[in-house]
């Protein structure tokens, strides 16, 4: 059991972990979180076959390490929008939910 | 004299590792808020500090020595500043 | 068994536990607590891997920015923080997704396991790299990502400003040209002042160096742009700085300078050194320190606004 | 010479583990915020013993990301904390 295989295994329960809060949750921001958990899972994928890949000298193949640089940057850039999104969608509905059906009933807070 | 610089590195790692789990035991064992906030930041801080002390031989010049000891600090100030605002945090959601 | 699988062992467990915790926590509050604490843990499981460029991004970007972000949405929706906004699914539905999220993961993993003996590798290309267009840069990584990736480098640039355009248009049509509202409403405990008075100086100098030793050593252009960003909000948390509107033109400028400069110099390798993206042998480490420059500033720049989010539309006294 | 360094950082993360399990789960918001405080000292302690151990490059610069990451996540958590106790515009 070498580490690159054990952080391996580690990235594919966080991908699970994800895929299970994002279709659980109602949520919209717990989704984004579960989404943001399945993205590090693979990026840890990328770090083993980076870890695997070391020749010509280096520890590790850096260009799978250079994408995931790159990816953690565009995922926080999608993360923003899907907030940003959120946000409107509560300031225009009173909700946060996905749900149709809830947009056209009074708000939850008039309930509480 | 090597073995000098060696028993004082692992003192003070040694040291500071046992400051750490005597801080978690504080966490885990201390009645309110207040007190476990209290065990966390004081003895943690210290045992940073002792294993900044132990690492300082193994650096390879000076200015990584000087980089830890800057980490250290840093730690220190916003430890000590967010203990306060977590205590503050704590009294005003008792109130 | 040496003492280092014990470490790899228990560090894989505490990962996926906070992981989970993520997602079984009950509050919102709690669960991005949880997931910054993960993103922390994560920079761990990257210095096992060798990565220590990826494990600072992951820390700054993946753990720190996204968590405050989180944050400060979950901050702007407040007054549904408690109410649940639907209904929770049913047993039956959680059983069958938790079936489903086991199954990809356990294929994920086997996937893993059964990767060939020999694995692929493009560390020659990138070290050949590394020796020719990227000459004089130590950190391999920093070497990709100018010169034999350079594309990629630019285009995500370009995403990040694409971007921070999406967030601004997502505000209503009134509040365009607004400032995002501020981070904070109350007036900052003094404790929280002299905390951001002592760190951001600091902190502003250590992104500096973490991206000026980029090119040589574990760092780069992300990891310094990303400190700078996190001093810069943490100035506007303790109210010592303001979110600036979003049309004003010194905002603008720097959020293009970056991939600006980056397609000029591009562009320029084609009469110079005879391909786009290349660069003369003789000049490519001042060259690629300059475009770096103006990238950190466009980081520093838009990873704050996409944390501030839309214009406001109510115009504060 | 690596194990005694290995064997503090596996007792100080076992230390940081315990007390992360603590503070997570409540029950009260504020307590959870110590999670953060723990990671800053613990976490960083750990890093730099396993960075040193393991002979990983430029691990310093990494921890003094992860001080002052630790710092900035820790001011955005009670900036919440206070929205959620009604403190508005003073």
């Known amino acids: 059991m070498t580490t690159s295989v054990l952080a391996g295994l580690v990235g594919a329960a966080l991908v699970g972990l994800g895929l299970y809060g994002l279709v659980v949750h109602p949520h919209p921001l717990r989704k984004l979180l579960a989404f943001n958990l399945i993205g590090s899972g693979v990026f840890l994928v990328f770090g083993i076959i980076a870890r695997r890949g070391a020749a010509a000298g280096f520890p590790y193949d850096p260009v799978p390490q250079a994408m995931v640089i790159t990816g953690i940057v565009v995922a926080f850039a999608a993360s923003a929008v899907a907030v940003a999104l959120i946000w409107r969608l509560y300031s225009e509905t009173g909700h946060v939910t996905l749900d149709p059906d809830a947009w056209t009933n009074p708000g939850p807070e008039s309930e509480s | 004299m090597t073995f000098l610089v060696d028993l004082f590195r692992i003192t003070a790692i040694g040291t500071g590792a046992f400051f750490f789990v005597a801080g978690t035991v504080g966490l885990l064992r201390f009645p309110d808020s207040l007190t476990r906030l209290h065990a966390l930041t004081k003895a943690d801080n210290l045992g940073l500090g002792l294993v900044v002390l132990g690492l300082l031989p193994l650096t390879e010049n000076v200015l990584v020595a000087f980089k830890l000891i800057l980490i250290w600090a840093l730690v220190l100030i916003s430890g000590g500043s967010t203990a306060q605002l977590i205590g503050r945090a704590l009294r005003s959601g008792r109130r | ?137 130590g950190n391999p990584i920093t070497a990709v990502l100018i010169s034999y990736r350079s594309f990629d480098t630019m285009l995500e640039k370009i995403v990040l400003i694409l971007a921070v355009v999406a967030v601004w248009s997502i505000g209503t ?40 030793v980029g090119a040589d050593a574990p760092g780069g252009a992300f990891q310094g742009g990303a400190l700078l960003a996190a001093m810069w909000m943490m100035a506007m948390m303790a109210q010592l700085a303001e979110p600036s509107r979003i049309d004003a033109r010194w905002l603008r400028l720097a959020l293009v300078a970056g991939p600006a400069v980056f397609l000029v110099i591009g562009l320029a390798g ?17 060259i690629i320190l300059f475009i770096e420059t103006f990238m950190v500033l466009s980081i520093a720049v838009a990873l704050p606004m996409l944390v501030a989010g839309p214009p406001n539309e109510g115009l504060e006294p | 010479m690596r194990e005694p360094l290995l064997a503090a950082a596996g007792l100080i993360l076992l230390s940081v583990a315990a007390g992360l399990a603590r503070v997570l789960r409540g029950p009260n918001d504020v307590e959870r915020l110590m999670a953060v405080q723990l990671l800053s000292t613990g976490g960083v302690a750990a890093l730099l013993l396993i960075a040193y151990a393991t002979n990983v490059p430029g691990v310093d610069d990494v921890a003094l990301g992860l001080a002052l990451l630790t710092a900035f996540a820790a001011i955005a958590f009670v900036n919440l904390l206070e929205a959620d106790e009604g403190g508005t515009g003073t």
């Open chain 3, 1 to 137: 068994m040496s003492v280092l699988t014990f470490i790899d062992i228990g560090l894989s467990i505490l990962v996926v536990t906070v992981a989970a915790s993520t997602i079984v926590m009950r509050e919102l509050f709690a669960a991005v607590v949880s997931y910054v604490a993960y993103g922390l843990l994560l920079a761990f499981v990257w210095i096992r891997l060798h990565a220590p460029d990826v494990a600072l991004t992951e820390a700054a970007v993946g753990g720190g920015v996204t968590g405050v972000l989180l944050i400060t949405a979950g901050k702007r929706l407040v007054p549904l923080r408690r109410t649940a906004t639907e209904a929770e699914p049913t047993l039956i539905l959680k059983v069958l997704a938790a079936t489903l999220a086991a199954l990809v993961a356990c294929a994920l993993a086997a996937a893993i396991l059964m990767l060939p003996d020999e694995p692929p590798s493009l560390a020659p290309e990138a070290a050949a790299a590394a020796s020719g267009p990227g000459a004089g840069l």
């Open chain 3, 173 to 212: 049509d009134r509040a365009w040209g607004n400032a995002p509202a501020p981070l904070r409403q109350a007036r900052p405990y003094p404790a929280m002042v002299f905390l951001a008075q002592a760190l951001v100086p600091i902190g502003a100098l250590i992104g500096i160096h973490i991206f000026w």
């Open chain 3, 270 to 286: 084609i009469l110079m050194a005879g391909s786009f993206f290349a660069y003369p042998p003789n000049l490519a480490k001042p």
